[in-house]
């Protein structure tokens, strides 16, 4: 079936400006995770979702970085006031449940000029 | 904090070596350890994982051992080819019991020359 996907691929914005990033798991799957990739590093934990609800949110650096999962199913990262430092690759992934391994998505990969 | 340490950063291999990357991590509640290939530009994928209630797994060409009380876990990728050139990740769950929490080690770019 088909994997995670994520959308938009790339996104270029000025600083200041807000950003909405949006995955979709494989279906079935309850578990999401947001990550973020800066270049030549890993994956950083950002928010986990256990169906609707932010399970743990301890990697959100700051109350710019917001995520939701209304129904369970897609999640959008939110990031208002968006600043060179947030330029990366945001990664979401998912997983049957919190038990089992997580696959990932390809990424959005994140400007800020 | 915690932590998962990644070595080497570079591996160069001729084809048809073997290739080892080392990873020590510092969480001891930590019970599940799987290994992500990233090609550049694309996602992490999951080639190997092991648990904390075994010591080594094995697939094909490739095995990871662990050292629960060391906390040292290693890929192992045997008779390697040009196409496992990429860059590897080992990680690490946060605490114990959500396999997607994980924390990653910063990599190793992998080439094995024809």
């Known amino acids: 079936g088909a994997g995670v996907s994520q959308t938009p691929s790339n996104k270029v914005t000025e600083k200041g400006k807000y950003v909405e990033l949006r995955c979709d798991p494989i279906s079935g799957h309850t578990a999401l995770y947001w990550y973020r990739q800066s270049l030549g590093q890993g994956p950083e934990f950002l928010i986990y979702?256990?169906?609707?609800?932010?399970?743990?949110d301890s990697g959100l650096p700051n109350d710019r970085f917001f995520a939701v999962r209304p129904e369970g199913s897609v999640s959008t990262l939110k990031i208002q006031r968006t600043e060179r430092g947030d330029s990366a690759v945001y990664l979401c992934?998912?997983?049957?449940?919190?038990?089992?391994?997580?696959?990932f998505g390809q990424g959005t990969r994140l400007t800020v000029v | 904090g915690e932590n998962v340490e990644q070595h080497p950063s570079t591996l160069s291999v001729q084809e048809g070596d073997s290739a080892v990357i080392k990873c020590t991590y510092s969480?001891?509640?930590?019970?599940?350890f799987p290994w992500y290939k990233q090609e550049l530009g694309k996602r992490p994928q999951l080639i190997i994982d092991i648990r904390s209630n075994v010591g080594e797994k094995k697939d094909q060409r490739i095995a990871v051992t662990l050292n629960k009380t060391a906390k040292h876990f290693s890929l192992h990728i045997t008779e390697t080819q040009p196409e496992d050139s990429a860059v590897y990740f080992c990680a690490a769950t946060s605490g114990s019991g959500n396999t997607g929490k994980l924390i990653f080690g910063q990599g190793t770019t992998l080439q094995v020359k024809p």
């Open positions: 992934a998912s997983s049957l449940n919190k038990n089992t391994e997580a696959f």
């Open positions: 969480d001891s509640a930590s019970n599940y």
């Open positions: 979702f256990q169906g609707t609800g932010a399970a743990d």
